[in-house]
């Protein structure tokens, strides 16, 4: 039997809806599940489904935001969104994110963006080359990850593959690097175009792999 808490929890749908995390009703069907009227079952029949996600952040933002002037930190993400959304728009993104200097896109196929990865990378470099990038230009740190994730929340993926994309795009590719996780790696691995180098870190709890164009 649980005890009784000495202070009230938050169990409103529309109330814990207003934070604008997840939707009143991805909130009412998460309750119900806690109280034992939905099953495990039915929740993941409703929004579990496979998905590809690419997670891109921005080099030197920091950096930038720290020392420049805010806006020209602004004007990096600017000058980045418009070279990759049309390229996550060429490769069939269903959906496209973007937040603070990130950007998640989600695809049918690994594919799709293991591809849009590397046109990004060859867009930006070309960008940064024609003396229309800020004077410290940034380059895209990309992670994807592919596997079963629930469409819940703004990105619509939420997961392991997920987690697993955001740790590798955010915190451990560099700049002009794309790092994919094994399931990525497995579905992928007969491309004659692709090179997948398996890495390893002490810090990284799963292996993973980075991919380069050939």
Known sequence: MKDKLPFPLLDTPADLARCNGWTEEVYRDLLALQEGSLT?????????????????????????????????ALLRILDAQKVCIPVFHEHSAPLVRAFADDLVALFEEPGQAVDAAFEIHRRIAA????GHAADKPALACIGIGYGEVYAIGPNLAMGDEMNRASKL???TARGNETLVT????????????????????????????????L
């Open 127 to 130: 960008f940064n080359q024609s």
């Open 169 to 171: 795009g955010e915190d």
């Open 40 to 72: 495990h079952a039915a929740l993941d029949a409703k929004y579990l489904y496979r998905r590809a996600i690419l997670t891109l952040d921005l080099t030197g933002f920091t950096v930038a935001a720290m020392k420049g002037r805010p806006l020209d």
């Open 182 to 213: 094994s399931n990525v790696y497995i579905a992928l691995r007969s491309r004659s175009d692709v090179l997948f180098e398996q890495l390893s870190s002490d810090d990284q709890l799963f292996p993973y792999y980075r991919a380069s164009s």
